[in-house]
């Protein structure tokens, strides 16, 4: 099996720079590009996760699926979780792609806390630190 040990430190060093990028993006009211920067911080930290485990995944929408079976359905993490993971997907897009409908600093700021409880759940998940 390939130890994954180098890309779950990058993994976990985006998402920890993503978290700082998505406050000072939204600090100066940048929501929609905060929004993009909340997700990927949640993103690279189920990346972490779900690679320290042996499991690589090419596709947003996969790693999501893989987060939902692997973590959810087996109790490790809430529902909640996996649900909020799918909304900073949806809400990314907004950001990235909105052209009339566009984020806002009240779905920012929730985008930011939810990334935050996310981040902080997955690196109590971690085998070996």
Not at 68 to 85: A, I, R, S, Y
Not at 87 to 101: A, K, N, P
Request: charged share 30%.
């Amino acid at each position: 099996m390939h130890d994954f040990a180098e890309e779950v430190l990058a993994h976990e060093e985006r998402s920890k720079q993503a978290l700082v990028a998505a406050r000072t993006l939204c600090d100066v009211g940048l929501f929609d590009d905060a929004a993009s920067r909340a997700y990927y911080a949640a993103f690279h930290a189920a990346s972490a996760v779900l690679m320290e485990r042996g499991l690589t995944f090419k596709k947003h929408g996969a790693v999501i699926a893989a987060v939902n079976k692997q973590l959810v359905h087996t109790g490790e993490v809430c529902v909640e979780l996996g649900k909020w993971l799918t909304w900073l997907f949806e809400l990314r897009s907004v950001g990235d792609y909105g052209e009339i409908v566009r984020v806002d600093e009240e779905q920012a700021r929730l985008a930011l806390e939810r990334a935050q409880r996310i981040v902080d759940t997955f690196r109590g998940l971690h085998r070996v630190d």
